[in-house]
């Protein structure tokens, strides 16, 4: 099973409703943008039957380059979490 792209996701969307191909796919994409936009606002977007994204910060961490033979510090950094809804877990178990 290949991956699901936008194009291909716009067009099962326009198959299941009375959208266009270009309607679905712009639907698609405004979404994206929202749930991006919230996450990125320190916001948790929550999809009722599926999931919840949300904002996650790696701390800062030591490691030790071999090849240098010296310490480094990573600064802390930006990371999204999915969690799946148990509804979406035994969709995925049956």
């Known amino acids: 099973m290949k991956d699901l792209s936008l194009d291909t996701l716009s ?3 326009s198959e299941r409703t009375n959208l266009s191909i270009s309607e679905a796919k ?3 994409k405004t979404t994206v943008e929202i749930i991006k936009e919230t996450i990125k606002n320190g916001k948790t977007v929550r999809i009722r039957g ?3 994204f949300a904002p996650k910060v790696d701390k800062e961490r030591k490691r030790y380059n071999f090849q240098t033979e010296r310490t480094v510090v990573t600064p802390p950094k930006n990371n999204i979490a999915f969690k799946p809804s148990k509804n979406l877990k035994d969709y995925l178990n049956k």
Do not use: N, P
Request: neutral net charge; without cysteine.
């Open 11 to 13: 067009r099962e969307v």
């Open 50 to 52: 599926f999931g919840k």
């Open 26 to 28: 712009e639907a698609l």
